[in-house]
């Protein structure tokens, strides 16, 4: 499986790449994720996970492997890039290859630091970019309705569903509400998804807030209001990009003090992280052992096979069942020894639902 990749977009001059920097500083040494992308552009972060850590005190292994997400720093929008302006089709294919979306508004006030020429507000730069999302879609939707159109005319039932499924995307992008509130069923699902539309993806707004609007803001509020409701697949965070850069930029011992003094919550790179995590459908299971405690992504609702291919697709192909325990249990019982002894491990079948949190032992046949 391709790497989870969260790409951020926004006007010129909001801060992406100033998130971008912060996020890199916390990015893992590349020589150990080697499955990882390489690129300057490119940021690969762990997904915080505190039950990882103590898995590893626990045991200790002789390596902890954390599940990843890449940050890409999207640059090029301008208005009109679905027509191509500036580095229009380059920045829509990279907005295409995201899994998900950090889409930043600028909610900070700067002399030194100009608005692009179109930009206003937050709530205006944010439906300048998101239109242009929504007309690169109704383009792809336009094409794919051509194609579909002729296959139903000549008596293909599924053509026809799809077309139907098309005219009602397209009219909800036609009122500049993205393809993601539009609600379908599995069929339905299957037939949008190779379409890869752009505002069909998970985003999370990233207000860039001044210092003192970490405490909330009316541009805050705005941003929330504008995106409240839309869909359980779009949230808003408020962040003050500059800030979290500059702790970064610190020697690791005068961080806390500093965010101390300026009575800043730690972790606000991290629940960044984890809310894309949680926005694009994904959690974690554990795979624990003497060589290695390993963290491990997968989709919310996957069944064991599944997860199994994870760690090696032999697995899935063979996979006989998983014996497993919740990593509370685990932690209650101190030891794997121990858990063992209580009868804390059950067996489970190849219809298991994995859940978050679950340590898993995969039985598979050769
Ligand atoms: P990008 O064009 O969206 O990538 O924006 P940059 O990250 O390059 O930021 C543009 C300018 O805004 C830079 O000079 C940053 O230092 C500045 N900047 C970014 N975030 C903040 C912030 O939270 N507060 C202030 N005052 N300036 C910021």
Redesign the pocket.
Known sequence: MANISIGII????????????ALTAIAVPAENYPFCTIDPNVGVVEVPDARLDRLVDMLPPRHRVAPVVEFV?I?GLVQGASRGEGLGNKFLQHVREADALAH?V?A???E??ARAASSVDPVEDLEIVDTELALADLEVVGRRSEKVTREARSGNKAAAREEALLERVAARLDRGEPARREDVDDDEGAMIRPLNLLTGKPVLYVI????DGLEGSSDEARVRAAVAGQDPRAECLAI????E?EILDLPVEEREEYMAALNLDAGTLDRLIQVGYRLLGLHSFFTIGDEEVRGWTVRVGAFAPEAAGKVHTDFERGFIRAETIHYDDFVRAGSLKDARERGLLRFEGKDYVVQDGDILFFRAAP
């Open positions: 926004g006007m010129p001059n909001v801060g992406k790449s100033t998130l971008f920097r720093d640059a930043v600028r900070f006030e700067s030194e630091v860039n807030v001044d210092e003050c990009a500059e800030l850069a």
